[in-house]
């Protein structure tokens, strides 16, 4: 199992640019979120998932997208990127309930926005 | 509302106990979890405590719940300098919610 699997680790982005942030699980679990790390905040959760075709907004959604057509994939998708979402994003899953499980979390993508 | 609050550093010598407290608003968590985040790597469960629990011990680790008060503890026995990270406690409602996490320096 690679666990939760996040790409690209780091990427700089122009003011404007639009990306995608991939993230990938292998462990046939239905929840999954995004959050972002900044500094003297802890990680905010972006947007979340509980299964295929369900998709939520959590505290920061602001200027991202998600979508969920498979059970494996969560991309994470950046409009117009702003300075302001310079940030570490993280990727986690959880077998249904993560109240019973905790979550998995991938290693992160460093994103600069210059 | 949901709020997780965490002091953000703390600063022990090897060998001694650390704790790490943490306070949150929502009286329905069911789960609180405590994670480590080592430098450049993402978050790792460390453990987690059910809401009708008031302790939960894991070899060198010690939670404790004081549900009237809101107010969750982490207690590291003989601290190590590998026990040096973030720590984040977090809360489970129906989503996960984080607090700022807390910088555990272990000096010699």
């Known amino acids: 199992n690679a666990g939760v699997t996040q790409t690209p680790k780091f990427q700089v982005l122009k003011t404007g640019q639009s990306m995608t942030l991939q993230c990938a699980q292998d462990?046939?679990?239905?929840?999954m979120s995004w959050y972002r790390q900044d500094p003297g905040m802890g990680l905010r959760l972006i947007h979340y998932s509980v299964g295929a075709g369900i998709t939520d907004q959590g505290e920061v959604p602001n200027g991202y997208n998600v979508s969920r057509s498979t059970t494996e994939d969560f991309p994470l998708r950046l409009l117009s990127a702003a300075p302001s979402q310079t940030s570490v994003y993280f990727c986690?899953?959880?077998?249904?309930?993560?109240?019973?499980?905790?979550?998995?979390f991938g290693s992160g993508t460093r994103l600069t926005v210059v | 509302g949901e709020d997780v609050e965490q002091s953000l550093f703390l600063s022990v010598r090897e060998g001694d106990s650390s704790v790490i407290n943490c306070t949150y608003t929502?009286?329905?968590?069911?789960?609180l979890y405590w994670y480590k985040q080592e430098p450049g790597a993402g978050l790792q469960l460390l453990t987690y405590?059910?809401?009708?629990?008031d302790m939960k011990q894991d070899q060198r680790l010690t939670v404790l719940l004081n549900k009237k008060d809101k107010h969750l503890s982490l207690r590291i026995a003989d601290t190590q300098t590998g026990d040096s990270a973030i720590y984040f406690c977090?809360?489970?409602?129906?989503?996960?919610?984080f607090g700022t996490g807390t910088r555990l320096q272990v000096f010699p």
């Open positions: 462990m046939n679990h239905e929840y």
């Open positions: 986690a899953s959880s077998y249904g309930d993560s109240r019973n499980y905790g979550y998995t």
């Open positions: 405590i059910f809401s009708n629990m």
């Open positions: 977090a809360e489970n409602t129906d989503k996960l919610i």
């Open positions: 929502d009286s329905s968590s069911t789960y």
